[in-house]
């Protein structure tokens, strides 16, 4: 985007003004918090992809044995899935139209042309991209309070596990640990008449040492990561676009076109 319309004028100015006026045109906070939001879908949908299908590994093979016990959790993650593709698309668009609402409404360009115009579609649709902003980042934080579940769950799993290994090093009686045990019934991965449904004592702490364990424990984190770099990237998109429209409010009361 070239803010200089005539060619002359930017021979007369010379290339450091005209590129002074190329950057003044970029809205900042805009294209960071599209960079911001690209990262973090693409640590959500990536790792939290990845991560579901790890924790159906991990659940099918030491928290159940029946197949008929996780099916509902199995059917969950793969629809889970799917929708995760649904919003790296959706996220991917969308960041594009904030970026250029950003570009085309910033006061930076426009007193970059030296005018100020506004038409009431325009500032409708300002309008319409915060209110729409606004949505996704209140549907988001409860994503984003969703995506620690897992984390929530598998954090105390490896404290438990820890405390275990310090009870196994402590106390030679083997079942003075048996007792310590995580439910995965408790935290609604399994259904409550799942068998087992948990692992207790030493059983538990060789589920810790496993490498299913620790990437499905790794994509998680990295997913709530993502998850909270999107939200942060959605409400850092409202600064801008908030205060676009209210320039152009105030411009269109002032009768500014």
């Known amino acids: 985007m070239f803010p200089v319309r005539q060619p002359w004028l930017c021979k007369a100015l010379g290339c ?10 970029v809205p900042y906070p805009s294209l960071v918090a599209t960079l911001l939001c690209y990262a973090g879908m693409a640590l959500f949908c990536g790792c939290g992809h ?15 044995r029946n197949i008929q016990d996780y099916e509902v959790m199995a059917s969950f993650i793969k629809y889970f899935q799917y929708v995760i593709y649904g919003l790296a698309s959706f996220f ?13 409404t910033t006061s930076a360009v426009k007193q970059t042309f030296g005018e100020f115009r506004s038409t009431q579609c325009g500032r409708c649709l300002s309008l319409t991209f915060i209110i729409v902003t606004y949505i996704l980042a209140f549907i988001w934080l409860a994503v984003f309070a969703f ?24 106390t030679p009686s ?11 019934r408790q935290y609604g991965l399994l259904p409550w008449n799942a068998m087992p449904g948990k692992a207790c004592g030493m059983t538990l702490a060789s589920i810790c040492k496993t490498s299913e364990f620790y990437v499905t424990y790794d994509l998680f984190i990295a997913a709530f990561a993502g998850a909270g770099v999107t939200l942060l990237a959605l409400f850092l998109y409202l600064v801008p676009t908030t205060y676009n429209y209210a320039v152009l ?9």
């Open 92 to 104: 991917f668009l969308y960041g594009i139209l904030l970026l250029a609402e950003g570009f085309y």
């Open 147 to 170: 995506t620690a579940i897992p984390v929530f769950f598998l954090f105390n799993m490896e404290q438990t596990c820890h405390n275990i290994n310090i009870l196994a090093e402590t």
């Open 16 to 25: 450091y003004d005209c590129c002074i006026r190329c950057i003044g045109a």
């Open 50 to 64: 990845e991560a579901l299908a790890q924790t159906e590994v991990l659940v099918s093979t030491y928290f159940a």
């Open 249 to 257: 409010r105030f411009l269109g009361r002032k009768g500014i076109r």
């Open 174 to 184: 083997i079942n003075q640990h048996g007792w310590i045990c995580m439910d995965a």
